[in-house]
T-cell receptor, first 112, second 118 residues
Framework: SQQGEEDPQALSIQEGENATMNCSYKTSINNLQWYRQNSGRGLVHLILIRSNEREKHSGRLRVTLDTSKKSSSLLITASRAADTASYFCATEPRGGTDKLIFGTGTRLQVFP | GAVVSQHPSWVICKSGTSVKIECRSLDFQATTMFWYRQFPKQSLMLMATSNEGSKATYEQGVEKDKFLINHASLTLSTLTVTSAHPEDSSFYIC??????????????FGPGTRLTVL
């Protein structure tokens, strides 16, 4: 399977703490994207990082990409209860057909 | 921002019936739409790539005769689950790529359709 893997599978933290999720993938990529999904709902696009970028920031989000290790991390700083959701990385394989390959996801629970 | 809608948002049907799910890009055109399936507490698995005006491309292991895809216009793709069975119960999500969205292939996702087959 081409599916990427994320760890941890589940993460519980207190409000105000930082949350770090890691994603590993298997093929060369054009870009890597992070999405958020609230329970039973659709996906919300958070951030996209291109294969030639190493780090990107958006508000309280920080994403890193290490193409040599085929891995990425998503850091959410100063977490809030409203950040409780599942987070997925998704890669666009190089030379592919625009499709996205999703990771297994991390379920984040932020306690108030 | 770009909006993708799905209809219905949920559906319950009897085993053996067919169910059609619509995916629409509301404020942009999409030559390509994607259909995913998500089982509870699992990730999204790509089922097929829907191309406007041509046949869909199915991922390995997905039965094209069971999951019929029609992409009749630049704003509408439909997924029909034929002769549905309880094991087809799942959350079906579509996404669409904005033709004018630049080089970074951002896909916009619909809110999903929850199918329950009794």
């Amino acid at each position: 399977s081409q599916q990427g893997e994320e760890d941890p599978q589940a993460l519980s933290i207190q409000e105000g703490e930082n949350a770090t999720m890691n994603c590993s993938y298997k093929t060369s990529i054009n870009n890597l994207q992070w999405y958020r999904q609230n329970s039973g709902r659709g996906l919300v696009h958070l951030i996209l990082i291109r294969s030639n970028e190493r780090e990107k920031h958006s508000g309280r989000l920080r994403v890193t990409l290490d193409t040599s290790k085929k891995s990425s991390s998503l850091l959410i700083t100063a977490s809030r209860a409203a950040d409780t959701a599942s987070y997925f990385c998704a890669t666009e394989p190089r030379g592919g057909t625009d499709k996205l390959i999703f990771g297994t996801g991390t379920r984040l629970q932020v306690f108030p | 921002g770009a909006v993708v809608s799905q209809h219905p948002s949920w559906v319950i049907c009897k085993s053996g019936t067919s169910v059609k799910i619509e995916c629409r890009s509301l404020d942009f055109q999409a030559t390509t739409m994607f259909w995913y399936r998500q089982f509870p507490k699992q990730s999204l698995m790509l089922m097929a790539t829907s191309n406007e005006g041509s046949k869909a491309t199915y991922e390995q292991g997905v039965e094209k005769d069971k999951f019929l895809i029609n992409h009749a216009s630049l704003t509408l793709s439909t997924l029909t689950v034929t002769s549905a069975h309880p094991e087809d119960s799942s959350f079906y999500i579509c996404s669409a790529r904005d033709l004018s969205g630049g080089p970074y292939n951002e896909q916009f996702f619909g809110p999903g359709t929850r199918l329950t087959v009794l």
